[in-house]
């Protein structure tokens, strides 16, 4: 009996090795045998590595980039994705890595290292020359990576790879475009100009995200199709054992991101299947959005509903706030139908309004583009609508004998007339109004607490992060500061009040004239 069973155990064996070994065979025949691996090694090789002309593209890419993303126009900034070179490097670092061919890695790492300072420098560059600063919808989503971003990179990082391989490389022109490697580059540049640390960094972890996958994806997909050194048993589980904590230690990160995207994605849902079962399923929730950033958290809705299922607004916030269990600011729009309207009739109406908003929103950006140009001294074409956000953005033509003030009086003119619009005027780069202090007096009037208001908000168009405060001492305050010093300590105490940071400058006299920049003594 035991050898009946021995024997049989042996013979299971036997045709499991058989098939491990016809499946190494077609292995080797149908996928290995039919590249030229010397051939794509070569392409590689020639294309991943530092030349002129890999920075010149770099650059020129760089700058499409930060335009695009400047003027938030999706389309400039896919031409900018066209010619960018970074792919290159990216997969030589995969394939050298798959070779162990520590040469041509340090080659294509060079490569990818100067390519991308060049890139985030010249962005820098550009940022800080340019008159349009402020933050654009193409910008801001660039700076959350998730784990979807990280799906996206591997399955455009397998294709590229197998379209190389296969001989194939006008794939990569999608895979470039899928994978996004030179906007976040951009975007990290824009942080660094406008001191916008949150913004740089949530950008450089797209960037390391997609550099990391791809070259992990062509490493894996290079060894699969048999490139690479006979490797003993124990360098080829040392290999993988990196390749997983690698991807591992990329996913915490990318999976908390995730579960506060989820989070909000559920609070939604929650908000939504609130209001439709207090209206009912006659009536159509046409808007919903939800400010997460706001404290409490803003609920926004539009609701086409018949007369005789209309809701009081403040027992919804309530209800909402349980729902969600944090606290709620409902702002609810109802536009009611006749009475004994059915869904058909709420859906129509949805779509009649529709068109309407689509057509008003239109008109409204116009006008609005109009006013800000007026005001601004520009023409309508130099003024960035953000139609999605309500916000218009222009940077100011110089008027003579304008100061700071005359800039802010004409942004808060052209903010009342816009209504729920939000225009941000940048005023040409010149010097903050002086704040004058009585003789012998330490303590802000209410003329020296308009000129530091005055200087805040020139600060904040210029996406300046700190202002430098005459008199103002570094490190460890004076036990007993003299009267300079107490003044310098009541201006920075108001701009750090402001969300601004406060450093050392020079003092000039009895008047005080903040700096647009850190100087220290």
Do not use: C
């Not at 900018?80 to 670092?93: D, E, K, V």
């Not at 689509?358 to 601004?376: D, F, G, K, M, N």
């Amino acid at each position: 009996m035991d050898d009946a069973i021995e024997a049989q155990d042996r013979r299971a064996r036997l045709r499991e090795r058989l098939l491990h070994l016809a499946l190494y065979r077609w292995w080797r025949q149908s996928i290995v045998a039919p590249i030229d691996h010397q051939a794509v090694v070569a392409r590689i090789v020639e294309d991943s590595g530092w030349s002129g002309r890999f920075a010149f593209m770099t650059m020129m890419s760089a700058g499409i980039a930060v335009l695009g993303l400047l003027l938030s126009s999706p389309a400039v900034v896919i031409g900018a994705m066209l010619i960018s070179p970074l792919m290159n490097p990216i997969l030589g670092f995969g394939f050298s890595l798959a070779l162990f061919d520590f040469v041509e890695l340090r080659r294509s790492l060079k490569a990818l290292a100067i390519g991308a300072f060049a890139a985030v420098a010249f962005t820098a560059l550009i940022v800080t020359i340019s008159p349009l600063q402020a933050p654009t919808s193409e910008i801001v989503a660039r700076t959350r990576p998730n784990l979807f971003d990280l799906a996206v990179a591997l399955f455009a990082a397998l294709a590229g790879t197998y379209a190389i391989i296969r001989g194939r490389g006008e794939t990569i022109v999608g895979v470039a475009i899928a994978t996004a490697l030179m906007p976040p580059l951009a975007v990290v540049g824009y942080g660094i100009a406008t001191w916008n640390a949150p913004v740089g960094m949530g950008a450089l972890a797209l960037f390391v995200t997609n550099f990391i996958t791809i070259a992990l994806s062509a490493t894996a997909m290079a060894r699969f199709y048999g490139f690479g050194h006979h490797l003993s048993s124990r360098q080829t589980w040392t290999q993988t054992v990196i390749l997983l904590l690698v991807f591992v230690a990329m996913a915490i990160p990318l999976g908390i991101s995730l579960n506060r995207i989820g989070r909000e994605a559920v609070a939604v849902t929650q908000a939504r299947t609130l209001l439709t079962e207090r209206f009912g399923a006659k009536a159509r929730v046409t808007q919903l959005d939800l400010d997460f950033t706001a404290e409490p958290i803003v609920v926004r809705a539009v609701v086409i509903t018949p007369q005789d299922a209309m809701q009081k607004t403040a027992p919804l916030q309530k209800a909402m706030a349980v729902q969600l269990g944090r606290p709620v600011r409902l702002s609810l729009d109802q536009v009611l139908l006749g009475a004994g309207a059915d869904a058909l009739a709420a859906q129509r109406e949805e779509l009649r309004r529709a068109g309407e908003v689509s057509t008003q929103e239109t008109q409204r950006a116009t006008e609005i583009a109009q006013l800000v140009a007026l005001i601004a001294g520009l023409k309508p074409d130099d003024v960035t609508v953000d139609r999605d956000h309500h916000r218009a953005t222009a940077a100011a033509t110089p008027l003579p004998g304008a100061g700071i003030e005359t800039y802010r009086m004409l942004e808060t003119r052209a903010a009342q007339r816009a209504g729920d619009w939000t225009v941000a005027i940048v005023p040409p780069q010149g010097p903050l109004p002086e704040i004058g202090f009585a003789d012998n007096v330490d303590t802000l009037d209410a003329r020296a607490t308009e000129a530091i208001a005055a200087s805040i908000w020139a600060a904040k168009r210029w996406n300046i992060g700190a202002l430098g405060v005459p008199g103002l001492t570094t490190g460890t305050a004076p036990a007993k500061p003299n009267l300079t010093q107490r003044r310098a300590l009541a201006i920075a105490e108001q701009l750090r009040r402001a969300g601004v940071g406060a450093s050392a400058a020079p003092a000039a006299g009895q008047r005080f004239t903040l700096v647009p920049a850190p100087v220290l003594p």
